[in-house]
């Protein structure tokens, strides 16, 4: 019940491409979803967050897509850039939230 | 507003020795929560501490213990070190207040290698 199970591992995109990683939870009473980035040597930077009461949210090139019914929600990174090469961490919870075990995106030029 | 700090970035450490993490939250913020980071485990829980009171707890042994300040600082302690505590540190803090979500901002991190 406490678990968020995150997919892919790693994921290597071409430059402009989409990136796409998914995540999965249990606990039905969670109703906070923020998506970190962190880059090497940094501590996580929140990115992005939705709340279950919309289906999606979109912050320039990144767009949470959230699926309640199913327990499922996404990052999506619309035209891909090296700088976008990142770890990607989703989480979910009430007041406090679980880790999912990360993605390593890597962008080729 | 100043973000969250954490020093030393650095620490190399012999098994058997303890090590003090430090951690300042950002200023207004009241709970302060502990990770370890590590390539095959991800971010696993610690602790956290709000108002100088350990509020939750992960399932870490007893060697890792922590306190928070009146003014919020707050430190993390390693005891008895062993080679598998060699980890990113990270500590993240937040309003802490349980009325709704509570974003975390986490600082950049305590290396630790022991040796």
């Known amino acids: 019940q406490q678990q968020v199970k995150q997919s892919p591992q790693s994921l290597i995109v071409q430059k402009g491409g989409i990136s796409i990683i998914n995540c999965a939870y249990e606990?039905?009473?969670?109703?906070?979803f923020p998506w970190y980035q962190q880059f090497p040597g940094k501590g996580p930077a929140l990115l992005i967050a939705?709340?279950?009461?919309?289906s999606e949210k979109k912050e320039g090139r990144f767009t949470i897509s959230f699926n309640k019914s199913a327990k499922q929600f996404s990052l999506h990174i619309m035209d891909s850039q090296p700088g976008d090469s990142a770890t990607y961490f989703c989480?979910?919870?009430?007041?406090?939230?679980?880790f999912g075990t990360g993605t390593r995106l890597k962008v080729l030029a | 507003k100043a973000g969250v700090t954490q020093t030393p970035r650095y620490l190399i450490k012999t098994r058997g020795q303890q090590v003090t993490l430090s951690c300042s939250p950002i200023s207004g913020h009241r709970s302060v929560s502990w990770y370890q980071q590590t390539p095959g485990q991800g971010l696993q829980f610690l602790f956290e501490y709000f108002s100088e009171t350990q509020r939750n707890k992960g399932n870490f042994p007893g060697r890792f213990s922590g306190r928070q300040f009146s003014n919020s600082r707050s430190e993390m302690n390693v005891s008895t070190l062993e080679l598998g505590d060699s980890a990113l540190y990270l500590c993240?803090?937040?309003?802490?207040?349980?009325?709704?979500?509570?974003?975390?901002?986490f600082g950049p991190g305590t290396r630790l290698t022991v040796l």
């Open positions: 939705i709340r279950p009461d919309v």
């Open positions: 606990n039905t009473a969670f109703d906070y």
């Open positions: 993240a803090s937040s309003l802490g207040w349980l009325t709704g979500p509570d974003t975390q901002y």
């Open positions: 989480a979910a919870g009430t007041y406090k939230y679980i």
